[in-house]
Every structure is written in structure tokens, then in C-alpha cells.
């Protein structure tokens, strides 16, 4: 059984935010007004944090692409009272939206902030109704959303596989997030298959994952950068 | 304000029948009809309702008679995740020209004559959270189109209501005894 998982290599992440843009259009990713943005009410199942470091002029901006880390003890799934969120089998963090009664609990356990309530109906001008991605629901007003590494990919992946009579390879399920990244800062795949980049790049000395003292077992890692850059 | 619920309910009975304070109306008879009446509206409110049909499709004179392949008129059954309707183009294929000389071939090749669309109605529905695949069942499992549809190819005229219940324990039941996924996520998003 896979256990798939993430790397984030942030000495290769220029913040161009081709992920965030990539992962809004891959899962009809509503969008809401900039005064409703204001008040945290924005969606981004993948963002691109932002931060200056040291004094100006001698400054840095350091750039952190932060998904949904689908966590192996996720304290979303200990909260949630009616099992609309749960991790399957391998490893990826699930939200059944028909399910979700929209208590938000699940939002206000998660350590890394990426569950997203959906505030209003999703909306979309007119022009752009039609290039809604027909494998990913549109959510409604009042559940929780959130990024599901791109699940429906996988499963398309292992149809075509099947299909095909042969093994799922690497290459088969990749996030859109990880597609779009030009710099190929975000490697996606199994982590307990020694034949996948991630589970060689887990172990790298870089390697750190986001609070991880909390015991959440997070499966997106990171990879610090160098010193000096 | 407090309901007095006796006399609420003799004002009730008066009003039904007029006959206040009829006797055999009173206590458990109320109650029991109420509840029929409360079942039938139930029944009948979970039934779906009746599909029609452009065209009386006979589906046995195309798939056994003139042994059409289900993906003749079913266009995407085994790649897409809809199977498809047919629409005019479809039947146009061979009912351009009058075939045989029955009320209903003279009506189709009138109406494709006329420029009429043939729309055909979904008969089996599924909730909008389900993510079901034609593709992933008929081409890569190989199941029989009759496992979900039951005996839709055996049909004379089309039915107006789908032959078979398919719900979540129906799908569920043969995913279990078929150790497939059942999984959330794999079909609901």
C-alpha cells in the first residue's frame, strides 16, 4: 500500500506561484472578494507563504508552498463529529463534502490553517463556468474544503494503468500543484518506495517537517535552505 | 399560549368530515389513518418520477434482433465516464430511410425529417456527489451493463422509471464481495 507524500525543496522555489494558480483551476477553487480576502475568508488549498528576513537592504524573501499536509495522526479527523473527514488507506487526508456539516472543528484543529470553510456559494463569471474541472466537485456554501493531493488524478492514474495492463508508475500521479512548479521544487510520490524521489529526498540532511514536535506526523516535507542563500 | 390538543383534535376531525364527533373517527382510528395517509405521501414522494422518451426505443430489436452493440447508440461506455445518449445523428445511421413499416420507424424517420433533436432522458440518476466512471466499470472490470441496469436490453418499450434501485448499499454490496475499493474518496468528492 503507498503512502504518498511530498517534497518541498525551498532553495528551488522562486514563489512565481504557479502552484496556487495550478491547484485553483485544477479543483474549482472558488474565488471571493478582495474585502472578504481581508478577513481570511480566501481560499488556497496550496499557498505560497511570503516572508522578508534581515534588515533592509540586506534582505531575503523566503517563500514556503504550503498544501494540506495529510498528516498520519491529522488532528482534523480526531475532531470531526459525523466522519466527514478520515484518511484512507494511503495516507491522503480525505473531506466528503455531503457529509461535512460545516462546524468548522476540523478548521480550528488543524495546526497548518488548511482547511477552508466556504464562507458563500461559489461564484464565477459567466466565461468561466465552462472550464470547471468535471472530475472535482464544486463545493456549496457551508462545508469545509481542502486540498486532497489530487486525488481524482491518482485514480485516473490507476484507470489508465489498469487499462493498459501494467504497474501505476511515478510519473503516472502527480499533483497539478507539483506539474506546474517550473523550477521542479515540489517532487511528489510514494514514501515508503525506495524507487520514488521522495523517499531518498525524506531523509535528506535538509529534510524538516512543519511543527513537528505536535506529533502530527506530517507527510509534505521540507527541505531547508542552504546557508548563504 | 397552551393547545388544548382534545379539542384540537375533535376541531380537526370536524373540519375533515363534518361529522363532529363522530364516534368511530376518534382515538386510534385517527391516529392509524393519519399515519396511512402520512405513508402514502412518503411512498409516493420517494418514488422518482416517470421519464419520457422522444421515441418508443424497442431495445430488444436493436441489441438481439439486429445485434447493435450496446456502444452504438451508448457512444462513450467504455472510455468516458458518461455512457451517452443518441441523439439524431445516431439514429439518423440507419433511419434516414423508413425502416419496416411500423407506427413508431414511420414516426422516427418523420421527426429526423423535420430536423427534430430525439433528446433522449436519463433514466438512471445518480446523486451529484457520486463520481461514477462507465469507463473504470464496463471496459476495465468487464461487468455486464445489466449488473447496474438490469434487464434494460430486454425492454420493448422504454421504461419510465429505472428497472433497478441503485444506491450506495448496491453499490457498496458488490464492491465488498468483489474486494474493490470502499473507499470515500473514490467516489465521492
Redesign the interface.
Same mark, same amino acid.
Given at each position: 500500500m503507498p503512502r504518498w507524500g511530498m517534497v518541498i525543496d525551498l532553495d528551488r522555489c522562486t514563489g512565481c506561484g504557479a502552484c496556487e494558480t495550478a491547484c485553483k483551476s485544477e479543483n474549482n477553487v472558488a474565488t471571493v472578494s478582495s474585502d472578504q480576502a481581508d478577513l481570511g475568508r480566501a481560499t488556497a488549498w496550496m499557498r505560497v507563504m511570503t516572508e522578508v528576513e534581515g534588515e533592509f537592504p540586506n534582505t531575503t524573501m523566503r517563500f514556503m508552498p504550503r498544501p494540506c499536509m495529510h498528516c498520519d495522526n491529522p488532528p482534523c479527523v480526531k475532531v470531526c463529529p459525523v466522519a466527514a473527514t478520515y484518511i484512507n488507506d494511503e495516507g491522503i487526508v480525505g473531506q466528503i463534502y455531503p457529509r461535512c456539516i460545516g462546524c468548522r472543528y476540523c478548521a480550528n484543529a488543524c495546526p497548518y490553517t488548511v482547511k477552508y470553510f466556504n464562507w458563500f456559494a461559489p461564484e464565477w463569471p459567466e466565461s468561466e463556468r465552462a472550464h470547471l474541472n468535471p472530475d472535482v466537485s464544486v463545493r456549496p456554501k457551508g462545508v469545509i474544503e481542502k486540498c486532497t493531493f489530487c486525488h481524482h488524478r491518482l485514480q485516473k492514474a490507476r484507470e489508465d494503468a489498469r487499462a493498459e495492463g501494467r504497474e501505476l508508475r511515478e510519473a503516472d500521479y502527480q499533483p497539478a500543484c507539483v506539474d506546474a512548479c517550473p523550477t521542479g521544487a515540489i517532487v511528489f510520490g510514494d514514501l515508503d518506495d525506495p524507487q520514488h524521489r521522495v523517499a531518498e529526498l525524506k531523509h535528506d540532511a535538509r529534510a524538516m517537517r512543519l511543527m513537528e514536535d505536535l506529533g502530527t506526523e506530517p507527510k509534505v516535507y521540507y527541505l531547508t535552505p542552504r546557508a548563504g542563500t | 399560549m397552551t393547545v388544548r390538543w382534545s379539542a384540537l383534535r375533535s376541531r380537526a376531525v370536524g373540519a375533515f368530515t363534518g361529522l363532529r364527533g363522530a364516534g368511530w373517527l376518534r382515538g386510534p382510528t385517527l391516529l392509524g389513518l393519519l399515519a396511512l395517509v402520512a405513508l402514502v405521501v412518503v411512498v409516493l414522494a420517494s418514488r422518482s418520477r416517470p421519464v419520457a422518451q422522444p421515441v418508443a426505443f424497442n431495445h430488444v430489436k436493436h441489441t438481439q434482433d439486429l445485434e447493435l452493440g450496446c456502444e452504438f447508440c451508448h457512444q462513450n461506455v467504455n472510455t468516458g +465516464?458518461r455512457a451517452g445518449l443518441p441523439n439524431a445523428e445516431t439514429c439518423s445511421a440507419c433511419h434516414q430511410e423508413q425502416q419496416g413499416n411500423s407506427a413508431e420507424a414511420v414516426r422516427v424517420t418523420t421527426l429526423l425529417a423535420k430536423g427534430d433533436p430525439l433528446r433522449f432522458n436519463k433514466l438512471f440518476r445518480l +446523486? *451529484? &456527489?457520486v463520481?461514477f466512471?462507465h @469507463? @473504470?466499470h464496463v471496459?476495465?472490470a468487464k461487468l455486464e451493463c445489466s449488473q447496474c441496469h438490469g434487464a434494460i436490453a430486454t425492454t420493448r418499450r422504454p421504461p419510465s422509471r429505472p428497472l433497478t434501485r441503485v444506491n450506495m448499499k448496491f453499490c457498496l454490496s458488490c464492491h465488498q464481495a468483489k474486494k474493490q475499493s470502499v *473507499?470515500?474518496? +473514490?467516489c &465521492? @468528492?
Open positions: - | +465516464a +446523486a *451529484d &456527489h463520481y466512471a @469507463r @473504470r471496459e476495465i *473507499d470515500c474518496v +473514490a &465521492h @468528492r
